[in-house]
């Protein structure tokens, strides 16, 4: 039985006056109260102004902002689907994600206009609102329907969101993100963190991802919680914010932790409120783990993906040094299987891809029946990710299977070559790609940033990796870069790598 969720009526009744969210650049706050009389409101103005309903989809190109909020609480509702897009996207690849979710309203930030209207299939989208009326009907209590709205019956597998995932591959797949995975990703959530009503934090993920939505947003929505939003990431901006509003849980990839650290003030910041950091994206370098642990923060690392969960994993703040490197274990009520190529048990120690089953699996892709049954098996999600896992059962993420590239017959996981690589003093970042090679088939080519002031050779890096490695996964080129290509989640672009590579 799926348990029906209006989380936000709930806590407009127990906690009429505890602000819900602010938005840092201006001030501007949301107290549950308040969302609670909006989200009526929003219902009425939806379906009466642009006929949305139960499975109804509403674009939105726009940075986080407090009226995200209210759509969710409208979402739980009555039952409409949001489909956050990356306002960084053309309007060519805008124009395919409008034509695959066929939304009934489009609701755009000024700035972002010129991209959604570029595309071809804007044309065809019934209703477009602005991001500043919907602001306005927000802001304003005149003329605003009173009466509550009826809550609308959702099934546990009915879609909340659609998240894109990027497209790497091919074109981008709509993830179905349903009100169950709501659900039970906040129960996990708060079973494996401590999240409760009391908890506050400052958000800087960005709305199109799974990450700025439902790592810690919709938890802490669903515990009555408090989030500060920022429009976009500003280092400085986020170690004042975090130590001004006493956030006791913050969410960050490692490239965000290494830019609040580099900040003059972070010598001197105190986070007495902080209980720790949850890192996702990729591993967080130890070096960088130290630094924090100097400020008397500790580090929760953790794994999650857009198709499930997304927080599967955590790694004990305890357990930060002893299990460098590991995503931890699986959350509470997460199932996992680690198999090899022919669909059998790995052993422990052994590389094998990870499978996830659990009711914080999506039912699949938007549409897409093949990327769908490719994905899931017998209720088993294939996350493409080699990962291993220890006698004490922790997990490792080896790398995805991707990534992964056959030198000389060998499988080399660039993840481990880039652990190798973090190490050396001199090296601020590094990432490896597969590229041909006559004699071996493929071969490594590293890409590496040097600490400021340092310099190195390719002879040294080589030098370093060999010292550390089997001679089969020492990268053959080395290229020096200022600063590796990011994508807009902070993780390393490995495409625009290999077009250099």
């Not at 930030?109 to 209703?127: D, N, R, T």
């Not at 709509?174 to 959530?189: E, P, Q, R, V």
Request: hydrophobic residues 40%; charged residues 25%; negative net charge.
């Amino acid at each position: 039985m799926h348990p029906q969720q209006d989380w936000i009526a709930k806590w407009a009744v127990y906690s009429p006056q505890k602000t819900a969210v602010k938005e840092a650049e201006s001030g501007r706050t949301y107290t549950y109260g308040q969302l609670g009389r909006l989200s009526d409101a929003l219902c009425h103005y939806l379906s009466r102004e642009y006929g949305l309903g139960k499975g109804s989809r509403i674009v939105i190109l726009a940075e986080n902002n407090p009226e995200y909020f209210a759509l969710f609480a409208a979402m739980q509702r009555m039952g409409c689907v949001l489909v956050p897009l990356n306002y960084r996207l053309a309007s060519a690849e805008i124009d395919y994600l409008l034509r695959d979710s066929e939304p009934v309203l489009a609701i755009c930030e000024s700035k972002f206009e010129a991209q959604l209207k570029g595309a071809a299939a804007f044309a065809k989208v019934p209703h477009y609102l602005p991001l500043r009326a919907l602001r306005d009907f927000c802001e304003s209590e005149k003329d605003r329907e009173q009466q509550r709205y009826p809550l609308q019956p959702v099934e546990g597998d009915d879609p909340a969101f659609i998240l894109y995932t990027s497209g790497t591959t091919g074109f981008p797949k709509g993830a179905l993100y349903t009100h169950s995975m709501l659900f039970w990703n906040s129960i996990n959530t708060a079973m494996s963190l401590i999240v409760t009503s009391e908890s506050r934090t400052v958000n800087v993920m960005p709305p199109f991802h799974t990450g700025g939505w439902n790592v810690l947003t919709t938890p802490f929505l669903h515990h009555g919680a408090y989030t500060v939003l920022m429009r976009k990431f500003e280092p400085a901006q986020v170690l004042r914010l975090l130590q001004e509003e006493r956030a006791t849980l913050f969410m960050g990839v490692p490239t965000m932790l290494k830019m609040i650290a580099d900040d003059p003030a972070f010598a001197k910041a105190e986070f007495p409120d902080l209980h720790y950091i949850i890192v996702g994206g990729e591993p967080m370098p130890i070096p960088l783990i130290e630094r924090w642990d100097e400020r008397g923060v500790a580090i929760r690392q953790g794994y999650g993906m857009t198709e499930v969960g997304p927080n599967l994993t955590s790694l004990h703040q305890d357990d930060a040094i002893r299990k460098k490197g590991s995503i931890g274990r699986p959350n509470f009520y997460v199932q996992i299987r680690i198999v090899d190529e022919a669909g059998a048990a790995a052993p422990p120690n052994t590389a094998g891809e990870l499978l996830l089953k659990g009711p914080m699996v999506t039912p699949g892709y938007w549409r897409n029946a093949e990327a769908t049954a490719k994905a899931i098996e017998d209720g088993w999600f294939h996350t493409g990710d080699m990962v291993m896992q220890d006698e004490e059962g922790y997990l490792f993420v080896v790398d995805r299977i991707k990534n992964m590239y056959i030198s000389g017959g060998e499988n080399v996981y660039p993840a481990e070559v880039e652990r190798v690589l973090q190490t050396h003093e001199a090296i601020s970042e590094a990432a490896v790609i597969g590229v041909p090679d006559e004699k071996w088939g493929e071969s490594g080519c590293a890409f590496v940033v040097c600490q400021p002031g340092q310099l190195l050779d390719a002879e040294a890096v080589r030098a370093h990796c060999k010292a550390h490695l089997a001679k089969f996964k020492v990268p053959r080129d080395v290229v020096f870069l200022e600063a590796l290509p990011k994508n807009d989640t902070g993780k390393i672009d490995r495409g625009r790598l290999r077009v250099r590579g």
